[in-house]
């Protein structure tokens, strides 16, 4: 099952790629995320509210969720689907990761390699690299090493197996994104972990929709037994988003916020745009 699913993309009706072979255009935006729903918690807003702008947006989970207490990979899939047709996302995928065992080997590397020469983002948005699920850390720190490698122009990153027949999927779009490729930025979605960012995205205006995508995923909100002890109901849940996203805005001084975190300093031009209030 994992096999048939591996290569299982979404194509979103918003897409402009053409329908022949041409090369698929670049994106602008790629989310990298250990499992389904974890871009929809820490950064969707900001992914929408790029796409809102034009920008091509895409998200690649490194698993498909089969170790969720709710629900199967199946499930998961279509929700991600619907999730990612909320968000207007140009392009998703799940690579075939085992859920709750993200590795960062050679192996898994040449993976997330592979998907970034293809799709050649400009941004990079990774998770936070400490946190409490392992899943999580390591798919941070697996994004950016694959991302490193993605630049090696002396390495081939061939091995990858062909999509299914009948399954649409972005090698199908011709091979000019294997040529190597690095993003020009990283930056980190840290809203998993109480650290202090470096910047936040005021996602004011998209956050009730970015609330319905993380609704998407029925088999994981909806309230019902089956593991209820551990997964808290909508009205909770809700209450938690809009706590977190709040308190991110208060420091960005607008309503509702997503916060990020880079590695690089801020360079400024202009003194007199600096945004947020100090006093
Ligand atoms: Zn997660």
Redesign the pocket.
């Known amino acids: 099952m994992i096999a048939r699913l591996l290569y299982s993309g979404i194509h979103m009706a918003t897409d402009q790629r053409p329908a022949t072979n041409d090369a698929f255009p670049a994106l602008d935006i790629l989310a990298l995320?250990?499992?389904r729903?974890?871009v929809e918690q820490t950064c969707g807003g900001a992914l929408l509210k790029m796409a809102e702008r034009g920008h091509r947006t895409g998200i690649l989970d490194l698993t498909q969720g089969e170790m969720g207490t709710r629900g199967t990979a199946e499930d998961r899939a279509s929700e991600a689907a619907e999730a990612a047709r909320i968000l207007k996302v140009t392009w998703r995928q799940a690579l075939d990761i085992p859920d709750g065992r993200v590795e960062n080997t050679w192996e898994n590397r040449l993976k997330v390699a592979r998907v970034i020469r293809e799709l050649r983002p400009r941004v990079l948005i990774l998770p936070y690299w400490e946190g409490r699920?392992p899943?999580?850390y390591t798919a941070s720190i697996l994004g950016y090493e694959a991302s490193f490698l993605a630049g090696l122009s002396k390495l081939p990153i061939t091995d990858h197996a062909p999509p299914p027949s009948g399954i649409k999927s972005f090698y199908d779009y011709g091979s000019v994104g294997v040529a190597p490729h690095r993003p020009f930025k990283i930056i980190y979605a840290s809203l998993?972990r109480d650290v202090r960012p470096t910047f936040v995205v005021d996602i004011t205006d998209q956050f009730e929709t970015r609330f319905a995508s993380l609704m998407a995923y029925k088999s994981q909100f909806t309230d019902q037994e089956a593991g209820s002890g551990i997964f808290p109901a909508r009205a909770e849940i809700r209450a938690r988003i809009e706590s977190m996203a709040r308190f991110y805005g208060m420091l960005g001084g607008v309503t509702y916020a997503e916060p990020f975190v880079h590695k690089e300093v801020g360079l400024v031009d202009d003194l007199l745009t600096i945004p947020v209030k100090s006093i």
């Open positions: 995320a250990a499992h729903d974890d699920h899943d999580h998993y």
